[in-house]
């Protein structure tokens, strides 16, 4: 992040949500199924739209409180549970506002995904291609009506020689500095104790 947060907001979180959901998204957009690879990330979208209903008060349709009292266990570590202080009414209610943050956040996702199909496309060739895709590279795309393969790819290129440059010239920085270091430090030499040694004066006679 480019500052520290402090607090949380229903809008980010949302938006969190749905960008864990883009991956299982984009497989029923693509092929038309869908297969398990997503589950670490439906796991993580289900607690976050939890979280935001029981511990935050995020809930429209219940209100600004919290559901639940958590409970510390210490048994071989640290475990934890919380004790159920709702009915079942709201349980059932409280299931159903999880349901729709993350109904709403993933069909957010297919939305985005739906509208910059072609960049999709060229984003997942770029990976197949390169492996990896910097942030520099990921807004050029976006920005771009009609993203270019070699542009994109110029952008990690020219990135790459100017950090060579840079290092090469803290490196010349450096060996100026040691020069200079040993330099100082260097035992007198016969002719510097010369050039040091006070001259005597003759007695006159």
């Known amino acids: 992040p480019a500052e520290d947060k402090y607090s949380e907001y229903k809008s980010i979180l949302t938006k969190e949500i749905s960008m864990l959901l883009g991956g299982r998204a984009a497989e029923e957009i693509v092929y038309g199924d869908v297969t398990g690879g997503a589950s670490n990330d439906i796991e993580r979208a289900t607690k976050t739209a939890k ?3 029981m511990r935050l008060g995020m809930s429209e349709t219940l209100g600004p409180r919290t559901f639940g009292n958590d409970q510390g266990e210490v048994f071989l570590g640290r475990d934890f549970s919380a004790s159920q202080d709702y009915s079942e009414n709201i349980a059932a209610k409280i299931d159903d506002e999880i349901h729709n943050i993350i109904s709403g956040a993933y069909d957010k996702a297919k939305d985005i995904l739906k509208k910059d199909i072609h960049k999709m496309h060229f984003i ?6 390169n492996e990896v895709m ?8 976006m920005e771009s009506e009609c993203p270019v393969m070699a542009e994109i790819e110029a952008i990690a290129e020219a990135k790459k020689q100017k950090s060579l440059e840079d290092n090469k010239h803290k ?3 450096i060996d100026a500095e040691k020069v200079v270091e040993e330099s100082s430090s260097a035992e007198p030499t016969v002719q510097d104790l010369e050039v040091l040694e006070p001259t005597v004066e003759e007695d006159s006679a």
């Not at 997942?124 to 291609?129: D, P, Q, W």
């Not at 910097?134 to 795309?141: E, H, K, L, P, S």
């Open 51 to 53: 979280r935001m209903v």
């Open 124 to 129: 997942a060739e770029f990976l197949v291609k």
């Open 134 to 141: 910097d942030g520099d590279q990921f807004r050029a795309v």
């Open 171 to 173: 490196a010349a920085q």
